[in-house]
């Protein structure tokens, strides 16, 4: 039996709502990773979610998109 070879992370565009736990994005500091459950504001206009630095994971931040904006995302595999 030929052991499953493992699935990579994709790469996906979605709405900021649509993104989940463990999700990871890239800036130009480096790799984020979603660590809360986005939440809106500003009459639904405004989206945003606590994420934190992969490299140091005692940096965390808000990070904020339009609730109309499409992100890429890369998801494990699922």
Do not use: C, F
């Amino acid at each position: 039996m030929k052991p499953r070879p493992e699935k990579k992370p994709s790469l996906h565009h979605i709405l900021p709502m649509e993104l989940q736990v463990g999700d990871r994005l890239a800036d130009e500091t480096g790799e984020w990773e979603v660590i809360g459950r986005p939440y809106m504001s500003a009459g639904g206009k405004n989206a945003h979610v606590r994420v934190r630095w992969v490299d140091k994971p005692t940096v965390s931040e808000v990070w904020t998109w339009g609730a109309h904006e499409r992100i890429s995302v890369k998801r494990g595999g699922n």
